[in-house]
């Protein structure tokens, strides 16, 4: 390699100097983001680890709230585990998982197939469908309430139309059986155009000769999409269901802004009334702003934990050949 | 370019052979232009109610009876010249701490995305997995270690407090790295034979090729910090002078009120803003990040 | 450290004594500045205030008013002790939150205007002063110079922290529910509602009444009820007040304990729930994504609501006809089977006076244990609570005056309504002042009240499960940490 000479004098390094000082260079360019990454990520998670086995109690001093917390060891796990509003919220993560990531996967896989023409006006309704997504989920949240209210909202007012009387008697988000699926519809619409940006970029990257060659194999077009595109964004695929699932963990504007803050209509579930919205995202607010900063700290890392079996799921299914 | 996605949905007879153009775009738009405009109902739904009298907002009724008043600018008035809500204020600070996290999320992005996508160094594999293993934890938790941070710093109050803890921004890093990844090693050879610095080599050579993904990465965290509400609520006191827009629009939701009209004109102001700017910089990234991306 | 073992131990003396001297000379340097710091501030010492309120925007500039106000009042007065009063508006909600991060940054201001349902957090967080333990407080009693307060409102500020009762605010603003009725609709269905056997001209004044009103008001086809409700607890508590329905007691240990289910909470939960699930006269209201009786009420859908005096002005730009009426009361006859009223009573009886009952919110003026000037903070607050400054927030604001001398004449010519809500706000009632209590609305009673509407749990279910949930996760915590807390402080 030309690049050897850069070494200087020309002595057989067991490891070549220049690597040496590739690495330097790799130290000094991550320096900035590492040190950022170290005092305001890593140190707050190790924190939250020692505070997942404290909790605050009633006489916690606010001035010195985090001095007052009072060592409980595994307590704040064990309630937790023990509490079926816990396994609610999880269950009902789980349901949006499913209903929002493999939604919006195919719809922004769709979206990108339709605009990857040279549709008249591609480029402009490429820009309109991505521009949702950068709306504030809160407010965005709070009009798609006012759209989906069963009195004056337009859905009730369609599905009327349409003979289907029972989203005016029910409404969209005030009935357990619907609540998550009508949020998760509007949250697709609003994601689904960065996915398309996505997708369009790496459908880009897939060389034509790969086309060519399934159409000399005489393969049609549903083939093609099957055997031949599909596989072959198989990472990109991987990428949007984990920063997807990173999304649902995560997600919490969008129950606090389409429950007015309630976490939903209630039922019951495993013998205690739960809240059909009350996700393990708004759970975990509602722990934080009620100041129980050790349940708070302790969900985090079980959520981690169910984050992390999840993902290396995902990596096995989908990663096979990334 | 070979044509392959042009054929693939929604575009092929039974037969499998090619629908004529026209048809094809045809049931294109019939897809696509009822998809869009429920994609933006919300944003219609909001400027419109914006605009309505009160009581109107929550009416499903659009066109004025004769001698009706149903539209007003009144809402917009309000949150404009209220002498008590200093808004121009509230949009420039939102604008300097948006434009700073995103300015400074893009370089230290782009530096560190440089190094784990080319440089080779002990431990750079490992590091990277714990870096992403990071985008796993619940955000809220942050929180409250962060905040005790920024006061253990000193920086209640100020604008390096309100932006620096957001911008070790995994996710762009992982974007960059991607990206970079991609760029071809005979490249940065070349230059570094043509005795470019290590810096010259980043700042002429790596810079130049990523520029679409950065000003993605520059608009995504500028439109998510012009919405964050919960960190510069509590990073500022109430009299700081560097309060930002959404805590500003959030003195508008009243004690018990709930005006529809009022609230759809404050939230005007935390989604316009954006949606011009995108409208202005899409060019430079959806067509960056997509370029070629078409077939025929 | 070769210097120092070659130096004779005599010139190591010195050199200690040296350190010793100079240490001496900084010492007095720093007493005598902190001296002349103190006798230079006894000549003229700035009072600086810091102030953070919840106030709605058109409130404010009045607040504003006051503030410049009281410091030309102060200044005159004190010329020795300029006052400076730094007012800031913070989000009503995020107010609890604001004070928490606050305190954290030692930034807590010396005055704060905070929901009275946030009262209980404050104090047991060591942010809110006890009041009466300040030299000019002007009473010589908490209950003498609660007799100057709409006592429902005085209410929530005083608690039990410590084992000590102790005034923690003063009430700056209160507010209750009322009837507010749609004069338009009862004059459209007039002809039914005489034929029901109801006056149109006057809005009902017990609930069985009021079902006969609201049953004639009602068109399903057409999308118009005759009532609209919402569901939270705070909307609920007229109906637990006016049936006497308690939800906490102390046993004979000092133990909180749960006082529902009970016939009482019972009969007040049966009597709300039933408007939506037997007589069919409520618009499901209540639910989240559905219009909510503010809005309804204003679109004429609503020809009821229970709200408060903040929608008066609201409604009034909408062109909206309405009158304000007392909350219905209880029927008579189940009075009197429920025991609340003797059985000889009659519908004026002054016992059947309480059968009407609202709620109490609104915000008090608290002072904070950091403030450094209590006594002037102390001054302000009473002057804002004055006969004089009350009275323009009602003539002017169409608030509820919390002091009962501001009740008397007033000028109410703009705000007709607001004597309704004084005599409303008199009968009032707060919940108990209990920590945790801010988690019993959204998080137990809501949800189970839910239930109860859309009829997958009935009454008594709910309550019981209430008793249970309240007992759990408010009470028995409470208990412990108050038995923990009591044994250290007594230690300490």
Redesign the interface.
């Known amino acids: 390699m030309?690049?050897l000479t850069?070494s200087g004098n020309g002595r057989p390094h067991k490891r070549p100097l220049w690597?040496y000082y590739?690495?330097?260079?790799?130290?000094?360019?991550?320096v900035?983001?590492?040190l950022?990454?170290a005092?305001?990520?890593?140190?707050?998670?190790a924190?939250?680890f020692y505070?997942s086995f404290r909790e605050t109690?009633?006489?916690?001093?606010?001035?010195d709230?985090?001095a007052d917390m009072r060592y409980v060891g595994f307590r704040n796990y064990v309630d937790l585990l023990r509490n079926p509003q816990f396994w609610w919220a999880l269950v009902a993560t789980f349901v949006y998982a499913l209903l929002v990531i493999p939604t919006s996967i195919a719809a922004s896989l769709?979206l990108a197939?339709?605009?990857?023409?040279?549709?008249?006006g591609?480029?402009a309704?490429?820009?309109?469908?991505?521009?949702?997504h950068?709306?504030?989920?809160?407010?965005?949240g709070?009009?798609?309430?006012?759209?989906?209210?069963?009195?004056?909202?337009?859905f009730a007012?369609f599905f009327r139309w349409l003979g289907v009387e029972w989203f005016k008697k029910h409404?969209?988000?005030?009935?357990p059986y619907t609540i998550l699926p009508s949020i998760a519809f509007?949250m697709v619409?609003?994601g689904?155009?960065f996915g398309m940006?996505l997708f369009?970029?790496a459908?880009?990257?897939i060389p034509?000769s790969i086309?060519?060659a399934?159409?000399i194999d005489g393969a049609?077009?549903?083939q093609?999409?099957f055997y031949?595109?599909i596989p072959l964004l198989r990472p990109m695929i991987l990428f949007m269901s984990v920063?997807g699932?990173?999304g649902v963990?995560?997600a919490?504007a969008e129950f606090y802004a389409?429950?007015?803050?309630?976490?939903?209509?209630?039922?019951?579930f495993l013998g205690a009334?739960?809240?059909a919205a009350r996700v393990?995202?708004f759970y975990?607010?509602?722990l934080?702003?009620?100041?129980f900063?050790g349940h708070?700290?302790a969900?985090?890392f079980i959520?981690?934990l169910i984050?992390?079996v999840i993902?290396w799921v995902n990596f096995r299914i989908l990663g096979k050949e990334a | 370019?070979?044509?392959?996605?042009?054929?693939?949905?929604?575009?092929?007879r039974a037969y499998?052979r090619?629908m004529p153009k026209a048809w094809?775009?045809a049931l294109?738009?019939a897809?696509?232009l009822p998809l869009?405009l429920?994609?933006?109902?919300?944003?219609l739904?909001?400027i419109i109610?914006a605009f309505k009298a009160p009581g109107y907002g929550?009416?499903?009724e659009f066109i004025p009876r004769a001698g009706e008043a149903m539209y007003t600018l009144e809402n917009f008035r309000q949150v404009f010249f209220d002498k008590d809500f200093p808004f121009y204020r509230f949009a420039w600070n939102s604008l300097v701490v948006a434009t700073g996290c995103a300015v400074v999320t893009v370089?230290?992005?782009t530096?560190?995305g440089?190094?784990?996508a080319k440089?080779?160094?002990?431990g750079?594999d490992l590091?990277f997995a714990g870096?992403i293993?990071?985008?796993?934890?619940?955000?809220?938790?942050?929180?409250?270690?962060?905040y005790?941070?920024v006061l253990k710093f000193g920086w209640i109050n100020t604008y390096l407090g309100m932006i620096?803890?957001?911008?070790?921004n995994?996710?762009g890093?992982f974007l960059l790295r991607q990206h970079i990844r991609?760029l071809p090693d005979s490249l940065l050879?070349a230059a570094?034979?043509d005795g470019a610095s290590?810096i010259g080599t980043?700042f002429r050579i790596v810079v130049p090729l990523s520029v679409p993904v950065m000003i993605t990465l520059f608009?995504?965290t500028f439109?998510g910090q012009?919405?964050n509400?919960l960190w510069q609520l509590i990073v500022n006191t109430p009299d700081s002078p560097h309060l930002t827009l959404?805590v500003g629009l959030s003195l508008f939701q009243g004690q018990y009120q709930t005006e529809?009209e009022k609230?759809?004109a404050g939230?005007c102001f935390?989604?316009l803003p954006?949606?011009v700017l995108?409208?202005v910089a899409?060019?430079f990234f959806?067509?960056g990040?997509?370029?070629?991306?078409?077939?025929? | 450290m070769l210097a120092k073992y070659a130096c004779p131990k005599s010139a190591q003396g010195v050199v200690q004594q040296w350190r010793f001297i100079v240490l001496f000379a900084v010492a007095v340097c720093a007493l005598s500045l902190a001296w002349a710091d103190a006798e230079s501030a006894r000549e003229a010492k700035p009072v600086r205030l810091t102030l953070w309120q919840g106030f709605k925007f058109k409130e404010v500039s009045l607040l504003r008013e006051n503030i410049a106000e009281f410091k030309t009042k102060w200044n005159a007065a004190h010329p020795d002790r300029p006052l400076e009063i730094i007012e800031s508006q913070v989000p009503f909600f995020d107010m609890v939150?604001k004070?928490?991060s606050a305190?954290?940054a030692?930034q807590?201001p010396d005055i704060a205007f905070v929901d009275v349902n946030n009262m209980v957090q404050?104090i047991?967080?060591?942010?809110a002063r006890p009041l009466d333990e300040l030299p000019n407080f002007p009473a010589k009693s908490i209950d003498e110079f609660r007799a100057r307060f709409v006592p429902g409102a005085f209410d929530s500020n005083v608690a039990v922290f410590k084992g000590k009762r102790h005034l923690y605010g003063i009430p700056a603003q209160t507010t209750t529910l009322a009837l507010f009725y749609n004069k338009k609709r009862f004059r459209e269905k007039a002809a039914d509602l005489r034929a029901a056997g109801c006056d149109p001209e006057r809005a009902p004044r017990d609930w069985d009444e009021f079902i006969r009103y609201a049953k004639v008001l009602t068109e399903p086809a057409k999308?118009l009820y005759g009532f609209g409700m919402n569901g939270s607890f705070w909307f609920t508590m007229p109906f637990f007040n006016q049936y006497g329905a308690e939800f906490i007691r102390r046993d004979e240990k000092g133990n909180l304990r749960p006082a529902i289910p009970s016939p009482h909470a019972l009969a007040a939960l049966e009597r709300k729930a039933n408007f939506y699930l037997r007589d069919g006269i409520e618009?499901?209201a209540w639910?989240?994504?559905?219009?909510d009786p503010d809005q309804?009420f204003k679109n004429n859908?609503y020809a009821m609501v229970l709200t408060g005096p903040w929608m008066i002005e609201d409604f009034r730009s909408a062109g909206l006809d309405f009158g304000v009426a007392l909350i219905p009361r209880v029927p008579l006859g189940e009075a009197k089977r429920l025991g609340l009223v003797p059985p000889d009573a009659t519908e004026d009886s002054p016992e059947a006076e309480k059968l009407t009952a609202g709620n109490v919110g609104g915000m008090n003026g608290v002072i904070s244990t950091?403030c450094k000037d209590p006594d002037v903070a102390l001054e302000f607050l009473l002057f804002f609570t004055s006969t004089p400054i009350q009275r323009r927030w009602a003539e002017e604001m169409g608030e509820i005056p919390v002091v009962l001398d501001a009740q008397k004449n007033l000028n109410l010519s703009r705000f007709p309504e607001v004597p309704t809500f004084i005599q409303q706000i008199n009968t009032a009632k707060a919940f108990p002042a209990i920590?945790?209590a801010?988690?019993f609305e959204?998080?137990i009673f809501?949800?189970?009240f839910?239930?109860v509407l859309?009829r997958?749990?009935t009454p008594q279910q709910a309550l019981e499960?209430i008793a249970r949930l309240l007992d759990e996760r408010i009470l028995k915590?409470?208990n412990e940490?108050?038995a923990i807390?009591l044994k250290e402080f007594a230690e300490k």
């Not at chain 2, 440089?119 to 002990?122: E, S």
């Not at chain 2, 293993?133 to 962060?146: E, H, K």
């Open positions: 030309s690049i850069l690597l590739d690495a330097i260079w790799g130290y000094v360019f991550i900035p983001f590492l950022v990454a005092v305001f990520l890593i140190f707050p998670i924190y939250s505070l109690w009633l006489y916690s001093n606010w001035f709230q985090f769709a197939l339709f605009l990857n023409t040279r549709l008249p591609y480029r309704l490429r820009s309109a469908f991505f521009l949702p950068v709306f504030d989920v809160f407010v965005v709070i009009i798609w309430l006012l759209l989906y209210n069963p009195q004056i909202g337009p007012e409404g969209f988000v005030d009935n509007a619409l609003k689904m155009g940006i369009l970029t459908l880009n990257n034509d086309f060519e399934a159409e049609n077009a549903r093609k999409l031949v595109t920063t699932l990173v963990l995560n919490f389409m429950t007015k803050a309630t976490g939903g209509v209630a039922f019951q009334t739960v809240q393990s995202g975990l607010y509602q934080f702003s009620d100041a900063y708070a700290a969900m985090s959520l981690l984050g992390l993902t | 370019m070979a044509n392959f996605a042009n054929s693939t949905l929604a575009t092929t499998g090619p094809r775009y294109s738009y897809v696509l869009l429920l994609v933006h109902l919300p944003l739904w909001m109610t929550t009416k499903l370089a230290i992005c530096m560190a440089y190094a784990f440089k080779r160094f002990p750079r590091l870096l293993t990071i985008m796993l934890v619940p955000g809220i938790i942050f929180m409250v270690p962060q005790r941070l620096l803890p957001h911008t070790a995994i996710f890093l991609g050879e570094r034979v290590e980043f608009l995504l439109v012009w919405s509400f959404p529809w609230m759809m939230a935390s989604i954006i949606a995108f409208t899409q060019r959806i067509q990040l997509t370029a070629g991306s078409v077939k025929e | 939150q004070l928490r305190a954290l030692r807590v404050l047991y967080g060591g942010v999308e618009a499901g639910r989240d994504g559905a219009l309804g859908r950091t920590p945790l801010n988690t959204p998080q809501n949800p189970e839910s239930l859309q997958r749990a499960r915590p409470v940490a108050e807390a």
